[in-house]
């Protein structure tokens, strides 16, 4: 087998450090170095002593306090809701077929558009024809937005676009089944759909692009990274989720592969 000659890692660093989160639900990692740890290792082994070990070192672990949706992850139908328009139960990551999680990966760039801006069902298809590519079923759609340019700094949660629920849709209806993008979220940030909300008062701005996810069930990527490094198309996406029972995401080290 013919292994692919680039492998661009489009995952982001999990730390307690880069704020990409709101302070609800902000990762906590806690270091132990083996040093820390070598009287417990000790306690293992009646009457070793801590000078017995290698540089009086055990081993080296890290307690971690996260969210599902922390770093890059894959959200399962779950989160958007227990049941499709069908009646069917929403998928839990645990029930994510993994055969949706390695597939060829298509790349929308919309880096051009405002932050705020609600993507639709008409600029996916223009982009599409822009870059000439003939969507698939389980075709993995990737969009890259300005977000990640504000990775690390305080614009992050507010930067990019959001997909629509006829974006989505659209997509799904042709079989895809994964999606992904490099901002907070796949729909808006919060703070451009609160201020669609004062507005319009019209219920169907908030979190649309999720909520298609009840026409047709469908899991997305967020808080990629990368992305302006791959091709329009021609690359293979790798995404599989860590499994949780009955969880609505799954931390997930995603990478593109190509030659």
């Given at each position: 087998?013919?292994?692919?000659?680039?492998?661009?890692?489009?995952s982001?660093?999990l730390?307690?450090?880069?704020?990409?989160d709101?302070?609800?639900?902000?990762?906590?990692?806690?270091?132990?170095?083996?040093?820390?740890?070598?009287?417990?290792?000790?306690?293992?082994?009646p009457?070793?002593?801590?000078?017995?070990?290698?540089?009086?070192?055990?081993?080296?672990?890290?307690r971690?306090?996260?969210?599902?949706?922390?770093?890059?992850h894959?959200?399962?139908?779950?989160?958007?809701?227990?049941?499709?328009?069908?009646?069917?139960?929403?998928?839990?990551?645990?029930?994510v077929?993994?055969d949706w999680?390695?597939?060829?990966?298509?790349k929308?760039?919309?880096?051009?558009?405002?932050?705020?801006?609600?993507?639709?069902?008409?600029?996916?298809?223009?982009?599409l024809?822009?870059?000439?590519?003939?969507?698939?079923?389980?075709?993995?759609?990737?969009?890259?937005?300005?977000?990640?340019?504000?990775?690390?700094?305080?614009?992050?949660?507010?930067?990019?676009?959001?997909?629509g629920?006829?974006?989505?849709?659209?997509l799904?209806?042709?079989?895809?089944?994964?999606?992904?993008?490099?901002?907070?979220?796949?729909?808006?940030?919060?703070?451009?759909?609160?201020?669609n909300?004062?507005?319009t008062?019209?219920?169907?701005?908030?979190?649309?692009?999720?909520?298609?996810?009840?026409?047709?069930?469908?899991?997305h990527?967020?808080?990629?990274?990368?992305?302006?490094?791959?091709?329009?198309?021609?690359?293979?996406?790798?995404?599989?989720?860590?499994?949780?029972?009955d969880?609505?995401?799954?931390?997930?080290?995603?990478?593109?592969m190509?030659?």
């Amino acid at each position: 087998m013919q292994l692919p000659s680039r492998i661009i890692d489009i995952s982001m660093l999990l730390d307690n450090e880069t704020v990409t989160d709101p302070p609800v639900m902000r990762p906590n990692i806690e270091y132990k170095t083996g040093e820390d740890n070598a009287e417990m290792v000790c306690e293992f082994f009646p009457g070793l002593t801590t000078d017995q070990l290698p540089d009086g070192q055990g081993w080296s672990w890290e307690r971690i306090n996260l969210v599902t949706h922390n770093g890059t992850h894959l959200d399962a139908p779950y989160h958007y809701h227990t049941h499709d328009k069908s009646g069917a139960k929403m998928l839990t990551i645990d029930e994510v077929p993994l055969d949706w999680c390695f597939r060829p990966g298509v790349k929308l760039d919309f880096r051009r558009l405002d932050d705020g801006h609600v993507v639709t069902a008409k600029e996916v298809k223009a982009e599409l024809d822009r870059i000439g590519h003939d969507l698939q079923p389980f075709d993995i759609v990737l969009v890259n937005t300005r977000a990640s340019e504000c990775y690390g700094t305080d614009e992050f949660m507010t930067a990019g676009i959001g997909m629509g629920r006829d974006a989505t849709v659209y997509l799904t209806d042709r079989g895809v089944k994964i999606t992904g993008i490099d901002a907070w979220g796949w729909d808006a940030p919060f703070h451009h759909m609160a201020q669609n909300w004062e507005a319009t008062q019209d219920p169907a701005v908030i979190w649309e692009g999720h909520y298609a996810g009840m026409e047709n069930q469908y899991c997305h990527l967020e808080k990629l990274q990368h992305l302006e490094k791959l091709p329009a198309s021609g690359f293979t996406v790798a995404c599989f989720p860590c499994k949780i029972k009955d969880a609505s995401a799954g931390w997930t080290r995603a990478v593109a592969m190509f030659d």
